[in-house]
Each structure stands twice: as structure tokens, then as C-alpha cells.
């Protein structure tokens, strides 16, 4: 992999300096020891003062070899399209390019966890304690690892971009400042699941004592039988201590309540009401507008006779007296639904 970079250092480019020797050689010391952002960091500098494809396919392999393959894939693609690099060099790299081109589509995690028994998923689907690239969908993504010994189980999230290696390295039995820690004691026999930030934990509750993950705001829903779940919203402070139990016991009864319909009721009889109300209102104003409408010669009506003007004002006189009980009664029927609607 190294022996053109070895090559290059042995010898630099007329005019290159002593500085670029320099890099080129603790670039390879850098490699030989396994430090490879160094390596990187060196071969980076040595290709500012001086480019070329042969220094730029390294930096290409060094990024493959750091598990960078999206970065690696950009610099192969350079010296491939590079006119000035040898013909065989960019064969290579253009057969590189394909090489790695399924690993741009997902990302990679590197587990490396503490101790190498504990039951560990990603993202919910199993993995060992010590894992090298298992393949995920890039994004956000859960770790959940737990251990027999302390009956614990440790949940933490971690961000893996794809076409990048992501390495996630922890002491299960070292509590991290920021963390909060959710108790089961004995209600973790009575929830069939318990599903965290819509991440279904799956390792067997009944083994679990206790839970540790990062401070801030979680939803928690916790599924008691084939037909009752119990959801809670919850803050957890760094070192707080989170009893499931209670928060179980407190709201499992609400689940249980049969939804109240009177508000509904009550309601769509107001809105009856008060249509009702409005059409008698309505009514009476027809029958005062036909007399208003009537011809009137000093006073006295002549385009409707006396017995059918007084009909007329008797009629409107009950529709309005009933449509204003009406519409009093549907108006404060409404305002009551809408007490309850609230309150429920």
C-alpha cells in the first residue's frame, strides 16, 4: 500500500524542499506505527506544496483504511480523472472506485464494548459486544447493550453517516455524568415491552433492574397487555432516577376510563337548540315584515284584512318568545359541551 509513498519520500520532487521530505517521511513513521490521522494529516501537507497523483492516491488509501470510504471514493475519482497520472494508476483506482461503491449506500459501526458478554443491538437488530462494520442505515441510530451482572441496561444514541465508519467504544459499568436512570424494580414483570423514543428496547425485561441513558426529554410507552399501553412524557435531569413503577401505577387506571360522551351530547343538542331558535327568530320576522309590507291609508291597513294582520303579530310574538328560549338554551348547551370537551 505504502511502498509508492516509500518511494516518493526516497525521492522528492527537484525543488520540493526539505520540508516536503520531512512530511513524506513522518507520513510513513506515522502509518508504520498504526497512527493513521496523523499519516493523513501529513500526507495532506506534503500534497499542498507539492501535488501529484501518485501522493494523492495515498491520502486515498489512508482514508479507506480509516473506514472514510465517501472521502477515499473523492480522491480515487481525482487521480482516475487525472490525464497526467500513470495509466495503470488510474485503472487501480477507477477498480477501487467499484470496490467500494456499496459501501457509500449504508453505514458502518464498529461496537467495541465493555464486557465482551453483554447483549448487545443495534438499532434493534443483534450484534457482539465486539463487532467490526456492521452494516445499518445511515442516521440516527440506538445502541442498547446490557449485562447480567449488574442487571443494567445502558441505551445511548449515536449519529453514523453512511459511507463512514463509525466507532462506538464504552465501559458498560462506567456511569457517565449526563446520565439519568430509569428503576423497573417489580413493575418490569408487568410490561409485556417498554418502547423509549419509539425504540422498542429488546432485551427481556424481566432480566432488567435498571436503565441508563442520556439526559433530556423522553417518551416512554410501556405495553401492559394485548390491550392497554401507558404513554408518558418525561424530562430526566442528569442523575435523576426515573421509578417506572409508579409512573405505571399512576396512569394505568386513565388508559382503562371509557371515553365520556356527554360533552358530545350535549353539544349536538345546543346546536339543535340553537338552529331551532334561529328559524322561529326568522319566522317571526316574515310575519312582521308582511305587515310592515301591507298598504296603509291614515293608519289603517288595507292590503291585508285586520283578522289576518292580528294573526300575523300573535304568530310572530310566540315565534319569537320561543325562539329566544331556543336560542338561549342551545347557546348555553354549547358553552357547556365546550367546558367538557376542554376538561376532557
Known sequence: MFAQLVFLA??????????YDALLAEAVRARGDGRLEESLDFLRRAHAIQPSPGLRNNIARVLEELGRWSEAVEQYRAVAA???????????????IAELAPKLL????????????????????????????????????????SFLEKRELVLFGIDAPAGRRTTVQ?????????????????????????????YRLRAPLETISTIRLPAGRYTFDAELDETRTVSRSIELAPG????????????????????????????AGGAVFAAAGGGLLALAENNRSEIRDAARENGVITGIT??????????????????VVLMSAGTAAL???????ILQ
Open 240 to 267: 435523576a432516577r426515573f421509578e417506572l413503577g409508579a409512573i405505571l401505577t399512576e396512569l394505568a387506571p386513565a388508559r382503562e376510563e371509557k371515553v365520556s360522551w356527554w360533552p358530545y351530547a350535549v353539544g
Open 306 to 323: 285586520l283578522a289576518r294582520a292580528s294573526e300575523l303579530e300573535s304568530s310572530a310574538k310566540t315565534q319569537s318568545t320561543a325562539g
Open 106 to 145: 449504508y453505514a458502518w459501526v464498529n461496537v467495541e464494548l465493555s464486557p465482551p458478554d453483554a447483549l448487545v443491538f443495534l438499532d434493534g437488530a443483534r450484534v457482539e459486544a465486539r463487532t467490526r462494520d456492521a452494516r445499518t442505515e445511515p442516521g440516527r441510530r440506538m445502541i442498547e447493550a
Open 335 to 341: 358553552a357547556g359541551a365546550l367546558v367538557g370537551w
Open 170 to 198: 464504552r465501559v458498560l459499568s462506567t456511569r457517565e455524568a449526563n446520565e439519568a436512570t430509569i428503576e423497573l424494580g417489580t413493575s418490569g414483570t408487568a410490561v409485556r415491552s417498554l418502547t423509549i423514543d419509539r
Open 10 to 19: 526516497a525521492i522528492s520532487a527537484a525543488g520540493a524542499g526539505d520540508g
Open 82 to 96: 487525472d490525464p497526467t497520472a500513470d495509466p495503470q494508476l488510474r485503472e487501480k483506482d477507477d477498480q477501487r
